[in-house]
């Protein structure tokens, strides 16, 4: 058996851990620069807001139902995820982090268990210990677990948990299930299926293997047996590092000076960088890139970008930085108001097989990796930020985030007060 354990609603829930009075109100979380409403509360679904509704075409509602608004706030929701994946570790021996809200579980040799009431305790203890309400589904494969997990949202009555296994239930399921919202099943596919009159997930397990395979190839055949209760998606409990990584941003108002971009470029490479060392990666090339705002037609129109190469890999905090800057300073044109940028690595290997250029100091590069050990040092001692390059300014996106939480799990300056009278 697998388990698939869902938070609902993820952002918006976070936002409720530490204001509590939000309980049972609508709240909404936006993207970058206040945007869009990317994670809705269940009362804010039902006032009509749709996933990606521009904040300026439900101003009305927010105002009219006084909706809770909270502009993104990725360090709080990254601390609650790995709270969540700690209490999961509880309950099986493998976790597979599928993403920054759902885990599966390998339940595979745990016989003799109640899993039903199994599902439902795992549920209720990530509400004890997280207070992220957690849907739990428990299945004889990965896709039909994240059905199962889908109809403890739907069907308060589960009470967090939903074991579905016998053939009878799983049909009666698939019978009503879109087959656009199945697991694995692309817009594209979904609307090859849907020509050729397949309209839900039963209608597709009805299909010969054949048909499938022509229409969908080896993948679709996976997720049609997945939907028979064949496993056929291995579990992935170890770590596989990014073969890319991208660090970008829009920024709140155009940026024509080279000074200012460059800062902001300098911030994405440190963090890109950042993210390189602790999967124990390097990189051989980054490429940075600039563009305009594609919606103003009043305003001249640019997409530039450099390719930086580096004879010998290397996830070096000075290193990435000073490329990355000289590389705006290739792109840059005046006169142009950039709208956003970021960097890309690319050609990325574990460090363990950087082969070093026979030209190359060795006494340098060791020299970089003994300054950027103890940047990374004394920034995890004294909290991100603490140490950086002068080219990084501030050290902060422009962005614009009027409407951010503290941040309650990761700044000591931000931790929840109590009074006791």
Same mark, same amino acid.
């Given at each position: ?31 970058? *620069? @206040?945007?869009?409403?990317? $994670?809705?509360?269940? =009362?804010?679904? /039902?006032?009509?807001? #749709? %996933? ?58 745990? *016989? @003799?268990?109640?899993?039903? $009431?199994?599902?439902? =305790?795992?549920? /209720?203890?990530?509400? #004890? %210990? ?292």
């Amino acid at each position: 058996m697998f388990a698939l354990a869902d938070c609902n609603n993820f952002f918006a829930s976070c936002e409720r851990v530490f204001r509590p009075d939000l309980q049972g109100k609508p709240v909404i979380v936006l993207s970058n *620069n @206040d945007g869009c409403a990317i $994670a809705r509360s269940n =009362e804010a679904k /039902a006032l009509g807001i #749709k %996933m990606g509704a521009p904040l300026f075409k439900i101003r009305h509602l927010v105002e009219k139902h006084d909706i809770a608004v909270f502009s993104g706030n990725m360090a709080l929701y990254g601390e609650m995820s790995q709270r969540v994946r700690w209490v999961l570790g509880e309950f099986a021996p493998s976790v597979e982090v599928y993403s920054i809200d759902e885990a599966f579980l390998d339940l595979r040799g745990m *016989n @003799d268990i109640d899993f039903d $009431a199994y599902a439902k =305790e795992i549920s /209720a203890q990530c509400w #004890k %210990m997280t207070s992220i309400p957690v849907s739990v589904g428990i299945a004889p494969t990965k896709t039909l677990a994240k059905i199962a997990s889908k109809l403890c949202k739907q069907y308060p009555k589960l009470r967090g948990g939903c074991y579905m296994h016998r053939p009878q239930d799983i049909e009666k399921v698939l019978r009503k299930y879109p087959i656009e919202d199945v697991w694995g099943i692309g817009r594209k596919s979904a609307a090859k299926l849907h020509e050729r009159y397949v309209k839900t997930a039963y209608e597709f397990t009805c299909l010969p293997e054949s048909a499938v395979q022509k229409l969908m190839g080896i993948t679709g055949v996976r997720t049609w047996k997945e939907l028979q209760g064949i496993p056929c998606i291995e579990f992935e409990d170890g770590f596989e590092a990014k073969q890319s990584i991208c660090v970008s941003r829009s920024f709140s108002t155009e940026i024509y000076d080279l000074k200012e971009l460059q800062e902001q470029i300098a911030n994405f490479a440190s963090d890109m960088a950042e993210k390189l060392r602790k999967q124990h990666s390097v990189t051989s090339e980054v490429t940075v890139f600039a563009y305009t705002n594609r919606f103003r037609e009043d305003l001249p129109q640019t997409h530039s970008s450099s390719l930086v190469t580096y004879t010998t890999p290397t996830a070096e905090q000075r290193t990435i930085v000073a490329s990355a800057v000289q590389a705006t300073s290739d792109l840059f044109r005046s006169g142009y108001g950039y709208k956003k940028a970021g960097v890309i690595a690319t050609g990325i290997m574990d460090q363990s097989d950087i082969m070093q250029s026979m030209f190359e100091d060795t006494d340098s590069i060791e020299r970089e990796h003994k300054i950027t050990s103890a940047l990374d040092a004394i920034n995890s001692t004294f909290g991100a930020g603490t140490v950086k390059l002068a080219v990084q300014g501030s050290g902060h996106i422009k962005s614009t985030r009027e409407k951010q939480s503290p941040h309650y799990t990761t700044r000591w300056t931000d931790l929840p007060k109590v009074s006791v009278k």
